[in-house]
């Protein structure tokens, strides 16, 4: 992170969140990233919404579409040879809609003593039909493998 003046200051490093497994578990590679070595947002964004689209594929039982970005923070930079793993919990249950919470931390030099909270956002999609159209989502009891 840099400061006003250009200084650099040290993120605070965290654990990775205890008895939760990640949706996805990603390296960027440098074909992701900018000429200075730090990963291109719209990569991480693309990889929040596939991990986020995860739990809500399961709740839905079946396709989903991404109907908002709700919220969006890079709050530490990504760099090539990170270790990124994203957690993704549901938030909220509508009608067709199930909006999930996603936190990315990166483990710095493939180090789990390195771990840094990268991202956070909040997606919501829509289940959808073979017609592409909004569905109901079934209900909570109906489904076997939830969790
Ligand atoms: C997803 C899609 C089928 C939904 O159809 P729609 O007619 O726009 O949907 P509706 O207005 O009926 O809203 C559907 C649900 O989304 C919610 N919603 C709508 N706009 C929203 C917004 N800005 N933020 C959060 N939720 C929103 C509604 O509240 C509703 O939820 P509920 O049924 O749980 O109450 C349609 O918008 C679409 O095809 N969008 C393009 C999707 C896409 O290409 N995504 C990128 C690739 S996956």
Do not use: C
Request: aromatic share 8%; hydrophobic share 45%; glycine share 6%.
């Amino acid at each position: 992170m840099t400061t006003l003046d250009n200084t650099v200051t040290t993120p605070t490093t965290v654990r990775l969140p205890a008895g939760k497994m990640p949706e996805l578990r990603v390296m960027p590679a440098p074909s992701d990233a900018n000429v200075y070595g730090d990963v291109f947002g719209g990569w991480i964004m693309a990889q929040v919404d596939l991990a986020g689209s995860l739990p809500a594929t399961r709740r839905a039982n079946g396709r989903v579409a991404t109907i908002a970005v709700n919220s969006f923070l890079f709050k530490n930079p990504v760099f090539v040879g990170d270790l990124l793993s994203f957690y993704a919990d549901i938030t909220k249950v509508g009608n067709t809609s199930v909006t999930v919470f996603v936190e990315v931390y990166a483990e710095r030099n493939r180090l789990a003593a390195e771990v840094v909270k990268v991202t956070e956002a909040t997606l919501t999609y829509v289940a959808t039909g073979p017609d592409r159209k909004p569905r109901q989502l079934p209900p909570l009891e109906s489904l076997v493998a939830h969790r």
